[in-house]
């Protein structure tokens, strides 16, 4: 059994609920877009990096 968030609301439950499918149930679902692997680390996203060549944000204080 493969661990998944719904990413789709799927037979009463919400988007979000963790819920076990069998392989193949798995591989079709996630074919639809419906499901995620759950632990997949897509909950926790890392900061964007910043724009080292965007110029200085001149309504900042302290940035003259």
């Known amino acids: ?3 998944a968030i719904l990413i789709k609301p799927l037979d009463g439950d ?5 819920r076990e499918f069998s ?3 798995f591989e079709r679902m996630e074919a639809f877009g419906a ?3 759950a632990g997949s680390g897509s909950e926790k996203q890392a900061p ?3 724009n080292k060549k965007a110029p200085p ?7 003259n």
Do not use: H, L
């Open 35 to 37: 499901v995620r692997k």
């Open 23 to 25: 392989p193949d149930d």
């Open 14 to 18: 919400p988007e979000g609920t963790e």
């Open 1 to 3: 059994m493969i661990k």
């Open 48 to 50: 964007g990096v910043a």
């Open 57 to 63: 944000v001149a309504n900042k204080t302290g940035t």
